[in-house]
């Protein structure tokens, strides 16, 4: 190894502390999101030449949510819209073959605190309600907003023991259908819990170092100490 990429190492060994310990004494931490809006007609010319099922997806949200925050050429981000703390338009679809066919292309997302033994039920449930356990959020990835709602709240169910994965699988085919032949689907039209307004993140413990941490952690500390000396 070249001395140059060891010291890099060091470098973001010591910058990783240094902003964690800044975290742990009060500074600020968690989404700043963006209080600037794209311009709508710029946004209207970069979907364009999307695919079409990610330009619907889009369209129908600049139509309920007006423009986003940001917008790149892969996608169109809204932060703190309506129910969802971030709501993440994608140029680039995922096939999901689950409860049909379809694409994902639309992400939302809440803070959600689920307990570690619920992970693998949610896993067989739905591959595409994605747990962040340190951020505390989960999001779920459709191609529809109405189906992302369904996805939370079955998600809750099953953290609440309301339901198992394999009912809520059931229940999310029937109730999507409903959805689609424009039938009473209250579980896709709107949250049926509330969003935790607490801290839902978790951090994690650090474990008692083994001796190569131990002594990378020691080389760390050293370096931060002489630089505020």
Not at 46 to 72: F, H, R, V
Not at 141 to 169: F, P, Q, S, W
Request: hydrophobic share 35%; net charge negative; charged share 30%.
């Amino acid at each position: 190894m070249k001395a140059g990429e060891a010291k890099e190492r060091l470098e973001v060994a010591v910058t990783g502390t240094m902003a964690a310990q800044k975290i742990e004494a009060g500074g600020e931490v968690g989404e700043k999101g963006m209080p600037t809006v794209a311009d709508v007609n710029a946004v209207h010319t970069l979907i364009e030449s999307w695919p079409p099922m990610s330009k619907k997806a889009a369209e129908q949200t600049l139509d309920k949510y007006g423009p986003p925050n940001e917008a790149m050429v892969s996608r169109l981000i809204w932060y703190n819209n309506g129910p969802w703390k971030r709501t993440i338009c994608y140029r680039d679809e995922v096939l999901h073959n689950f409860p049909a066919p379809h694409t994902d292309v639309i992400e939302q997302f809440i803070d959600y605190q689920v307990p570690l033994e619920k992970f693998g039920e949610l896993a067989e449930f739905d591959g595409s309600v994605i747990v962040e356990r340190t951020k505390g959020e989960v999001s779920a990835r459709c191609d529809m907003e109405a189906a992302n709602i369904l996805a939370l709240n079955l998600m809750h169910d099953i953290v609440t023991g309301k339901c198992t994965a394999e009912k809520a699988r059931e229940i999310y085919s029937e109730v999507t259908g409903a959805y689609i032949l424009n039938e009473p689907a209250p579980y896709a039209e709107k949250l049926q819990f509330d969003v935790p307004s607490n801290d839902t993140t978790d951090s994690d413990k650090t474990p008692k170092p083994g001796p190569k941490m131990k002594e990378a952690t020691d080389k760390v500390k050293e370096i931060i100490s002489s630089e505020k000396n």
